[in-house]
C-alpha cells in the first residue's frame, strides 16, 4: 500500500537551518575553537574550515532557495561580533548583513539565531553564563546587532538554552547520550532565561520582529512505574525552558529521539533499537510528540519546527524518517496545535561539535574544493515545500 498523501494548510513555511559555527570555518576568537585547538582537546576533530559557508553562503542560500524552500535559519557568531570585550566589529556585522540581503534577493526568509551555542572566549574564560553581568553582556550585544535585523521578521534569542545549561554552559559532543549529562546549572539555568527575556526587551524596538527561543525536546518516557521520576528528571531539563518561552511570539521546537527514564535516569538504547551517526535511536515519532508537550507546557505558545532531522549516510532513509516525522506532525496540527512551519536539520553535512562524521545535511560537499553536492532529499523536500503536499517517493 502506498504512503498517504500528507497535505499541510497555506501558508505553512518550509526551510533548513544551519549554525555559525558548524558550517562557517576559523570561528578562532570561540570558546569551542579554544578546545578544539588545545593539544589535549577530548574532541575528535578541529572545525577548521568546516564548510566555508562563511565565505559560500549566497551559493548555499541560492541552493535552498532553488529547491523551492522558503526560509532559511542561520546564526550570527557573537565571537565575530565582539572578539574581544568591547570591542565590536562593524565589518562583521556587515557580513551578516549581508547574509540576510542575500536571503531577500532569492525570496528567502531569514530566521536569525543570536546565540547558537558558543561563546566569546574572553566571555567563556570569565565564567560564561555563571557571569553576574552576563545578562547585561548579552543585552549590550544584541543592541548592537539592532541596525542589521530592521526587516528580519523571526528572530531566536538563544538555541537550546536547556542544553547550554546542562553543559554547564559549553557544549555537548556529537555523541552525547541523555545518561551523561549533568543535572543542569540551576545559576546557568536562571541567567539565560534572564538574558532571553532582556534580548526580547531590547528587540521589541522592532515593531515586526517575531521573537522567541528554541528548546532541545528529549520525548521522554517513562519506564513502567516510573512517571514521576521521568518528571521530576524532564522538569529542570525541558519544561522550566519552556514555561520561561511561554507569551513569547513562538517557542521552536528542536526533536530528534526519545529518552527513557527509569529509577536512577536515562536508560541505555534498547540494543534492537535501528541508530543513527551520532547513536541516537531513529525514532520519527519524537517531533509530534514534542510538539504535542511543547504546546501545553507553553501554554498554547505558537510553535515553530526549527531542528528536526536524521544523521545518516542513506539519504532515502533519511526522506524515510523526515516522511514519518512530518506525518506526527500533521496529526498534532490537526488536533488544533498552532505550528507555523517546518526547518529541517540541516541544510549542509556540518560540524558536529566535535566530528563532521555525523551528516545531518540535504547538501553535502567536497572537503578539498568545498563543491556543493545537493542530496535527492533536498529536492524532495523543496517539492513539499512547493505544493504543501508531502508524497513519500519510494513507498
Partial sequence: ???????????????????????EGNNVSSDWWAREQNPNSDLKEPSGDASDSYNRYEEDIKLLADAGLTMYRFSIEWAR?????????????????????????????????????????????????????????????????????????????INEPNMVALTRGGTVGSDFVASSLPAPDPVISANLVKAHKKA???????????????????????????????????????????EAGAGDDFIGV???LRTFIGKDGPLPVADDA????????????AIGIATRHTWEVGKHTPLFV?????????????VDYTFDALGGLREAMEEGIDVRGYLHWSLLDN????????????????????????KPSLSWLGECSRTQQVVHPYR
Fill in 1 to 23: 500500500m502506498a504512503a498517504p498523501t500528507l497535505t499541510f494548510p497555506s501558508g505553512f513555511i518550509w526551510g533548513a537551518s544551519t549554525a555559525a559555527h558548524q558550517i
Fill in 81 to 157: 561580533i565582539e572578539p574581544e570585550e568591547g570591542f565590536f566589529s562593524p565589518a562583521q556585522r556587515l557580513h551578516y548583513r549581508r547574509m540576510i540581503d542575500v536571503c531577500h534577493k532569492y525570496g528567502v526568509e531569514p530566521m536569525v539565531t543570536l546565540n547558537h551555542m558558543t561563546l566569546p572566549l574572553w566571555f567563556a574564560k570569565e565564567g560564561g553564563w555563571l557571569r553576574d553581568d552576563s545578562t547585561d553582556l548579552f543585552g549590550r550585544y544584541v543592541e548592537y546587532l539592532l541596525p542589521i535585523l530592521q526587516d528580519v521578521h523571526w528572530i531566536c534569542t
Fill in 200 to 242: 526580547r526587551q531590547v528587540l521589541a524596538a522592532l515593531p515586526d520582529a517575531k521573537t522567541g527561543w528554541t528548546i532541545a525536546c528529549q520525548a521522554f518516557h517513562a519506564a513502567p512505574g516510573c512517571e514521576q521520576e521521568m518528571l521530576e528528571y524532564q522538569y529542570p531539563r525541558e519544561d522550566y525552558f519552556t
Fill in 254 to 256: 528542536q526533536a530528534y
Fill in 274 to 285: 535501528e541508530r543513527t551517526l551520532t547513536g541516537w535511536e531513529y525514532f520519527p515519532p
Fill in 306 to 318: 526549527t531542528e528536526n532531522g536524521l544523521a545518516t549516510n542513506d539519504d532515502t532513509r533519511r
Fill in 351 to 374: 560540524y558536529e561539535w566535535g566530528s563532521f562524521k555525523p551528516t545531518f545535511g540535504l547538501i553535502a560537499w567536497d572537503p578539498e574544493t568545498f563543491e556543493r553536492r545537493p
